[in-house]
């Protein structure tokens, strides 16, 4: 009896069946390191469901937004799996842009995600988004620096002992500048760390009846101390600057201290990526006449926009990108 051998012919064919068979993902994502990682390990995945093709949009965080935005509200289908944020999970939600998420695996354990999250990726009690990760925003500093110049970090420091710090700490002969803060424009990039200097300082955008409040005592202290901080003790180009600058700078040894999103701490202890991460430590957010708002409470997170034309075969990466294995196989 002949053995039975697969033909060249037959291998092709079969091969071709597959790809026909083929589901493309394309995911929108923004340009983060953490992000970055996750299109790194998602051949993972792809290897695991064979059926499943991935296909990555990566642009930085303001256009990111522009174009899910309009991708979901004109019901474009451009896109399958969108990041978003808590800010725009139970807005889109509302207006029927998005998927409900449901028939999540029982080993998913969404209950472990925290419940500050959970709600807010919800609207009428029912799910919207996976979160890939979560946020609040920190100090962070060199201690070296600090060290070297006798300062002692308290429990809770304030803006006043970050403006006497960055004066003492910047050596711009040496490249080296007190402080760095988000000042690209955008209401995810200089705003979200503005947002908070504005609430530590007594600021609100509205009064109780609604009326804007920018043009208050209070907001002009707050940005007056942004601008002139900047100035005197920050990098040149700071108008350029949003995370990922902010990011390069102090991982290359150019800033004393950096306040932003507590994600930045990986990163920078990641000694193939930063140069002191033997030399950084953590505190917390700066506070000024009140610790109301002085952080933030953001998450990165997967949805689905209501007309994706691969809503289950996203839905499944999604889950795959916010398990606990991908937790371990990341880190």
């Avoid at 068979?21 to 995945?45: G, H």
């Avoid at 955008?205 to 002139?228: C, G, L, R």
């Avoid at 290359?252 to 930045?264: E, L, N, P």
């Amino acid at each position: 009896m002949k053995r039975f051998a697969f033909s060249p012919l037959l291998i092709l064919l079969s091969a071709v069946s597959l790809l026909g068979q083929q589901k493309t993902v394309t995911i929108a994502t923004v340009n983060n390191p953490a992000m970055i990682e996750l299109k790194k390990l998602s051949p993972k995945f792809e290897s695991a469901n064979p059926d499943i093709k991935l296909n990555w949009v990566v642009v930085e965080e303001n256009i990111l937004r522009q174009r899910v935005t309009t991708d979901v509200s004109t019901g474009s289908g451009q896109f399958d799996l969108v990041f978003v944020g808590l800010y725009e999970t139970p807005i889109f939600a509302k207006r029927g842009w998005l998927k409900e998420i449901t028939n999540i695996p029982a080993d998913y354990d969404i209950d472990d995600v925290f419940k500050s999250i959970r709600d807010g990726l919800s609207y009428n009690g029912k799910l919207y988004a996976l979160p890939f990760y979560g946020e609040s925003s920190m100090l962070m500093y060199r201690k070296d620096l600090f060290d070297a110049k006798g300062i002692k970090m308290p429990d809770q420091p304030t803006y006043d002992d970050i403006k006497k710090w960055a004066d003492a700490l910047t050596d711009k002969g040496a490249g080296v500048y007190g402080i760095t803060l988000r000042g690209k424009p955008g209401w995810g990039e200089n705003m979200a760390y503005v947002d908070t200097l504005i609430n530590t300082f007594g600021g609100t955008w509205f009064d109780e009846k609604w009326h804007p409040t920018i043009d208050t005592p209070e907001w002009k202290k707050a940005i007056t101390f942004y601008v002139d901080l900047m100035k005197a003790d920050g990098p040149p180009g700071a108008s350029s600057n949003g995370f990922n600058e902010n990011l390069t700078l102090f991982a290359s040894g150019k800033a004393a201290m950096w306040i932003d999103a507590t994600s930045g701490g990986g990163p920078l202890y990641d000694r193939s990526q930063s140069q002191v991460a033997d030399k950084v430590a953590f505190a917390n957010s700066p506070t000024a006449v009140t610790p109301n708002g002085s952080h933030w409470l953001w998450s990165w997170v997967f949805a689905i926009p209501q007309k994706a034309k691969q809503p289950a075969a996203a839905q499944k990466f999604a889950e795959w990108a916010t398990s606990k294995e991908y937790i371990k196989l990341a880190a």
